[in-house]
Structures are given as C-alpha cells and as structure tokens.
C-alpha cells in the first residue's frame, strides 16, 4: 500500500535518557523526491539521520523502506537494504585509491576459493569506478590517486560516488558541502542534481537556503526534536524568509499545531 | 592543463600520472650506498685498490664479487623472513616486538623434534626428549614449529583486536614470555645434532632462498588479494575499514598470526643453518627487522609500505654490514651508523610526504 514511499517513519523517537532529541518524527519520502531536512543546532536533524541509518538504535517508532519495515542492527544492515550515506566524517582510507575506497568491504574478485587470499578485480573494479563516476559527473582527474592526495571537493565526490555505483535505494547526505570552497559546492550540488535526473530518492541535510530552494522539492524543517513544517517549495508559495521563521519557532505549519511550544 | 585541481580535468586512469613510488627511493639509496663503498674501497690507502662490488681478481665466472653478494644477502635473509612479517604488521599501524625470542622459542621447539639419535655411532649427547622424537620426518618438527609460532600470533592478535592492548604492550609482554620458553624448553641447554634433512632446510645458501620466494609470495599477496588490500585500509583508517564492512578485528589476528608464523619458520631456518638451537638466539632480530621494514619505507602510522621496500631495506642493512666489514671498520662503527641511517630514513620519508601534500 505504501509502496510509492521510498522511506516512511511513524513516531520516529530517540530519547538520549532524560535528553528528548527526537520525538515523534512522521517523515515520508516518495520515490524520485529530493527532500532537505532544516533546522537549527540541535533541533534533532543528525539524531534523525542516525536512527534512519542504523548508527544508532531508536528509542521508539517504525521505519519502512519501500513499504517494508526494517530493524537495522548498525550501519551496515542499513547499506546492505541499499541507504548509502554521505557522512560529515567522509569514511574514506586515505592510503587508496579511488576504486579501493568505492568497493572497500565489497571488492570484486576472481579465484574466490582461496578464501582471504582470492584476488582483486582491479580492471572490473576500475570500469565499475569510471561508470559510476561517469553517472554522477564527478570529474577526478585521476582515479589512481590515493585520497591524501585529493582536495576536499573531490574527496566529497569519491565519498557520493559510492552511492551511484552501487546503485543504493536511498541517498542521505548529511551537509555534504559544510567544508567545501565555492566550486567544491558547485561540484557536488551538480552531482545532486544529476541524481534527480536519475530518479534517485534523496535526504539532504543542509544549512546553506540557497542550495536547498535551488536543489529539492520539499523542505522538512526540525525543531526541538519535532517536526515542525513540511514545505513544498516546488509550490513557489514559500520564500526563504518564511523557512526562517519556521526554523526559528516564529510559524509552525498548520499539521504540527497540537505541539507547538 | 597542469592543473587539474578541480572539475577541469577528465575521467583518467593514466600509468604516466601514477606517482613515482616510494620503493624507487630506497633502490636509489641502496645504489648510493654501494657507490659510496665502491669508492671508499678505492680511495682509502690501506684498500690497496680493492673493489666493494666487482671481481677484480678473476676469482668468479662472472664481474661481479659473487662471494660477496651471496654474504650480503645471506646474512639478512633470516631477518628478512621475519621483516616480511613485521611490514603486514606495521601496514595495518601496529607492530610486533615479539618476534626475535619467538625465533629462539621456535628454533628450541622444532629442533627438539629433529634431532638424529645417532651421532657417529653414539647416542646424541644433546638428546632432549626420549628416541621417540628422534630421526622424525622432517615435516614434524617443522609443522611443530610453525603451530607454535601461530598459536604466539594468535594470542598476540585476540589481545591486540578484542582487549585493546596497545601492540607494544601486547608484544612487548609476548616478547618476554617467548624468551622465557626458549629458555625453560630445554632448562637452558643447547639443543643439537639435527636430522640430515632438518639440517637441509637453512643449508647453504637455502635461507636466500627461502627469503625470495616468501617476499614473492607476500608480495602477491600484498598488492591482488583482498587480504592485503583489507590490510592497507585497516592501517589507513580503522573506522572507515570497519565502516565499510571489514571484520576488522579477526584480520588483525589473522596478520599476527601470519607475522608469527614467519618469524617461527625463521627459527627453523636459523637452528637447521647453525646445526644447533640456543635460548639465547634472535637477539635484536625483532629490531632489525623492523629496521628493514622502516628503511624499505613503510609508514609507522599505518597504510603505507610494500613488500619490495622491506626487501630493498634489508639490502640495505646488508650492505651496509658487509660494507663496514670491507673497509675494515668495527662492529661498533656498524651499529652506529645503521642508527643513524634509519633516522634519515624516516626524515627523508617525512620530508616527502610532506612535500607531496
């Protein structure tokens, strides 16, 4: 029945003992929809992000992932059901390459009964990295370099290009461009708008209002651990300055009067 | 275009872009070396114009002073073995101290099960246990001997993956105890009078070989198996290696069990070359061998280092040993200068690390 909604959570809570970071979060997400999550420091957004991942485990509520609910035990229950993140800390080894760090913990390999021994596919590997990075439009001008060696916009990239080569379900970026120059930015928001071509569902955490009214559809904005608006800027009805107001407790949207402080 | 900083260049898997590897550094150090021998040897009145590297005096078949090159490698591919070992230890940004008394625990255990019962007609004097463990096969003692060395890598690995020792500690700790075995294996006494085909294995020029064909092994293994890359990204960025799957935990056991081994199969090849086993053998073997591996380039802190960079640093210590020894210098010279040499060696890599960032 829910089966349009890529990511549904129902009473979504996470309570750090007496500490209420999350509380009662209803959020959806359609299929091919890029949505933003705002918010203030603190207002639950990362808390949010980490209980959808799997980092953390929720105090209460249902997540379901294509209409089917899902109980993820750590990060890695949650990229196996195919949501790929982009953490603030990129989880790269600095020492590899470009294909090593895409297909690090999933390698491809040939000779496979030799158990820890079997051998790595570097020319598949290689392929694959080139595809995906071609899908993205990341442009690295050589994938045989190690990390260390990249700017922190290609490092970012590197970091999204995982999420397009193994063609994930869901697409959470947790303020992918925080740390980048202005055309480090242009870069990755440029990849952001390649996956909506795509149809790859998207959750952009972000601070920067104008990257979220040039990028997403809807704006979901947190605060004190609620959601407080659901905003369709495609609409036009809303402006950046009402978004402020939502963020900073002046308005709340109409659905989320009952717990407005 | 030179610069391709961002978005401007394409997507490139270019050979030619591929960075000048840290490996071409210790060959050109090892070069200057042997140059520098080459010309001391000519230079210093008392050399009477002798040359470090070249047949002057028509011994050999070929140019080359073969008597020396065997020395040069033989005398470090002991060490090397175990180096081969240290380097997988020291990627994934641990170490291991234990390995030099782990050769003499090794050397004491597997010799015991090689022993020949009769020694020109009587009973071999240095018997340890009863004939029962006399004139064995020669896989036996051998297996023994590498068995114990896992077993060591294993409780050095649980310790280090599941305790959270520090490896310093860890090994510093299972340095001791391995000592302390060597010694009570035998209470003490020399353990001697191998078996014809254990006395095979480090014979000649046996060990060099051995060396080789592990370094070939290991450097396989290193750079085309998911082993050795899941081992560069442990040592890279443990979170990140955990992050994306990696059971971090049981492969750093599985590469001190590996370490251990290689240094247990060390002290086989170091008792069957002495025909005997002594508590007291592998001394200073754990440094030496992470000598070669910091010399050959590899990072303390994890992530980089080759196989080939451990075996060019062992070339090194080689000729450099052997170089002293042609000029006439002391021992002590020796130690002195291999000291300074592997400083340089960390300074220079910090300098080009720094350098390239």
Same mark, same amino acid.
């Given at each position: 029945?829910?089966?349009?909604?890529?990511?549904?959570?129902?009473?979504?809570?996470?309570?750090?003992?007496?500490?209420?970071?999350?509380?009662?979060?209803?959020?959806?997400?359609?299929?091919?929809?890029?949505?933003?999550?705002?918010?203030?420091?603190?207002?639950?957004?990362?808390?949010?992000?980490?209980?959808?991942?799997?980092?953390?485990?929720?105090?209460?509520?249902?997540?379901?992932?294509?209409?089917?609910?899902?109980?993820?035990?750590?990060?890695?229950?949650?990229?196996?059901?195919?949501?790929?993140?982009?953490? $603030?800390?990129? %989880?790269? /080894?600095?020492?590899?390459?470009?294909?090593?760090? @895409?297909?690090?913990?999933? =390698?491809? +390999?040939?000779?496979?009964?030799?158990?820890?021994?079997?051998?790595?596919?570097?020319?598949?590997?290689?392929?694959?990295?080139?595809?995906?990075?071609?899908?993205?439009?990341?442009?690295?001008?050589?994938?045989?370099?190690?990390?260390?060696?990249?700017?922190?916009?290609?490092? $970012?990239?590197? %970091?999204? /290009?995982?999420?397009?080569?193994?063609?994930?379900? @869901?697409?959470?970026?947790? =303020?992918? +461009?925080?740390?980048?120059?202005?055309?480090?930015?242009?870069?990755?928001?440029?990849?952001?708008?390649?996956?909506?071509?795509?149809?790859?569902?998207?959750?952009?955490?972000?601070?920067?209002?104008?990257?979220?009214?040039?990028?997403?559809?809807?704006?979901?904005?947190?605060?004190?651990?609620?959601?407080? /608006?659901?905003?369709?800027?495609?609409?036009?009805?809303?402006?950046?300055?009402?978004?402020?107001?939502?963020?900073?407790?002046?308005?709340?949207?109409?659905?989320?009067?009952?717990?407005?402080? | 275009?030179?610069?391709?900083?961002?978005?401007?260049?394409?997507?490139?898997?270019?050979?030619?872009?591929?960075?000048?590897?840290?490996?071409?550094?210790?060959?050109?150090?090892?070069?200057?070396?042997?140059?520098?021998?080459?010309?001391?040897?000519?230079?210093?009145?008392?050399?009477?114009?002798?040359?470090?590297?070249?047949?002057?005096?028509?011994?050999?078949?070929?140019?080359?002073?073969?008597?020396?090159?065997?020395?040069?490698?033989?005398?470090?591919?002991?060490?090397?073995?175990?180096?081969?070992?240290?380097?997988?230890?020291?990627?994934?940004?641990?170490?291991?101290?234990?390995?030099?008394?782990?050769?003499?625990?090794?050397?004491?255990?597997?010799?015991?099960?090689?022993?020949?019962?009769?020694?020109?007609?009587?009973?071999?004097?240095?018997?340890?246990?009863?004939?029962?463990?006399?004139?064995?096969?020669?896989?036996?003692?051998?297996?023994?001997?590498?068995?114990?060395?896992?077993?060591?890598?294993?409780?050095?690995?649980?310790?280090?993956?599941?305790?959270?020792?520090?490896?310093?500690?860890?090994?510093?700790?299972?340095?001791?105890?391995?000592?302390?075995?060597?010694?009570?294996?035998?209470?003490?006494?020399?353990?001697?009078?191998?078996?014809?085909?254990?006395?095979?294995?480090?014979?000649?020029?046996?060990?060099?070989?051995?060396?080789?064909?592990?370094?070939?092994?290991?450097?396989?293994?290193?750079?085309?198996?998911?082993?050795?890359?899941?081992?560069?990204?442990?040592?890279?960025?443990?979170?990140?290696?955990?992050?994306?799957?990696?059971?971090?935990?049981?492969?750093?056991?599985?590469?001190?069990?590996?370490?251990?081994?290689?240094?247990?199969?060390?002290?086989?090849?170091?008792?069957?070359?002495?025909?005997?086993?002594?508590?007291?053998?592998?001394?200073?073997?754990?440094?030496?061998?992470?000598?070669?591996?910091?010399?050959?380039?590899?990072?303390?802190?994890?992530?980089?280092?080759?196989?080939?960079?451990?075996?060019?640093?062992?070339?090194?210590?080689?000729?450099?040993?052997?170089?002293?020894?042609?000029?006439?210098?002391?021992?002590?010279?020796?130690?002195?200068?291999?000291?300074?040499?592997?400083?340089?060696?960390?300074?220079?890599?910090?300098?080009?690390?720094?350098?390239?960032?």
């Amino acid at each position: 029945m829910s089966d349009e909604f890529v990511l549904k959570t129902e009473d979504l809570t996470k309570h750090y003992g007496g500490v209420h970071a999350l509380e009662g979060a209803n959020f959806e997400l359609k299929k091919g929809e890029h949505v933003a999550i705002m918010g203030d420091n603190g207002a639950g957004k990362s808390t949010f992000v980490r209980q959808i991942t799997g980092v953390e485990q929720r105090t209460r509520g249902k997540i379901s992932l294509y209409g089917e609910e899902v109980e993820f035990g750590g990060p890695l229950d949650a990229r196996e059901a195919g949501i790929e993140t982009v953490f $603030q800390t990129l %989880a790269l /080894a600095d020492d590899l390459d470009v294909p090593d760090n @895409l297909f690090l913990g999933r =390698e491809m +390999t040939y000779w496979n009964w030799l158990g820890p021994f079997r051998f790595l596919d570097y020319k598949g590997m290689r392929q694959a990295t080139i595809d995906g990075l071609n899908k993205t439009a990341v442009k690295i001008p050589n994938i045989r370099n190690t990390i260390r060696n990249m700017s922190g916009g290609q490092r $970012q990239c590197v %970091a999204i /290009a995982r999420t397009a080569t193994f063609h994930s379900r @869901l697409t959470i970026m947790d =303020e992918p +461009t925080a740390a980048l120059g202005v055309q480090e930015t242009a870069q990755v928001e440029n990849i952001v708008r390649q996956l909506k071509e795509q149809g790859e569902p998207l959750i952009l955490v972000s601070h920067n209002m104008r990257q979220v009214f040039d990028l997403v559809d809807r704006i979901v904005v947190f605060r004190r651990g609620r959601i407080c /608006a659901n905003l369709d800027i495609k609409s036009g009805d809303y402006t950046g300055e009402d978004v402020v107001s939502y963020i900073t407790g002046a308005k709340t949207g109409e659905e989320y009067m009952e717990h407005a402080l | 275009m030179s610069d391709t900083s961002h978005g401007t260049g394409g997507l490139t898997y270019d050979k030619s872009k591929r960075t000048w590897p840290s490996e071409m550094n210790v060959f050109l150090a090892l070069v200057i070396i042997v140059v520098i021998f080459e010309i001391l040897g000519q230079v210093l009145p008392y050399m009477n114009d002798q040359s470090f590297l070249f047949d002057t005096r028509g011994r050999f078949d070929s140019i080359f002073n073969e008597a020396r090159l065997k020395i040069i490698i033989l005398q470090v591919a002991i060490i090397g073995i175990i180096a081969l070992g240290v380097t997988q230890v020291i990627i994934t940004a641990g170490i291991d101290l234990s390995s030099g008394p782990l050769v003499a625990a090794t050397a004491m255990i597997a010799m015991s099960f090689g022993q020949t019962e009769l020694v020109n007609g009587f009973p071999n004097p240095k018997a340890l246990f009863g004939t029962w463990a006399m004139d064995l096969p020669v896989l036996i003692p051998v297996v023994i001997g590498i068995s114990f060395g896992a077993l060591i890598g294993a409780i050095n690995g649980t310790f280090i993956a599941y305790f959270r020792i520090p490896p310093f500690i860890a090994t510093l700790g299972m340095f001791l105890v391995c000592r302390g075995i060597a010694l009570w294996w035998s209470s003490g006494n020399p353990i001697s009078f191998p078996t014809e085909q254990y006395a095979a294995i480090g014979a000649g020029m046996m060990p060099v070989v051995w060396f080789l064909a592990l370094a070939v092994i290991f450097h396989v293994i290193m750079r085309y198996t998911v082993y050795g890359k899941h081992t560069y990204a442990i040592g890279s960025n443990e979170e990140a290696a955990r992050m994306s799957g990696i059971n971090v935990k049981r492969h750093k056991i599985m590469v001190y069990m590996i370490a251990s081994m290689l240094a247990a199969f060390a002290g086989v090849v170091l008792s069957s070359k002495a025909s005997t086993a002594q508590a007291g053998m592998g001394e200073f073997y754990e440094l030496f061998a992470i000598a070669m591996a910091v010399i050959g380039g590899i990072s303390l802190t994890g992530g980089r280092g080759s196989i080939i960079g451990t075996v060019l640093g062992a070339m090194v210590i080689g000729v450099i040993r052997s170089g002293f020894t042609y000029i006439k210098l002391d021992g002590s010279y020796q130690l002195m200068a291999m000291g300074a040499i592997i400083i340089a060696a960390v300074i220079l890599d910090q300098y080009r690390q720094r350098s390239k960032a």
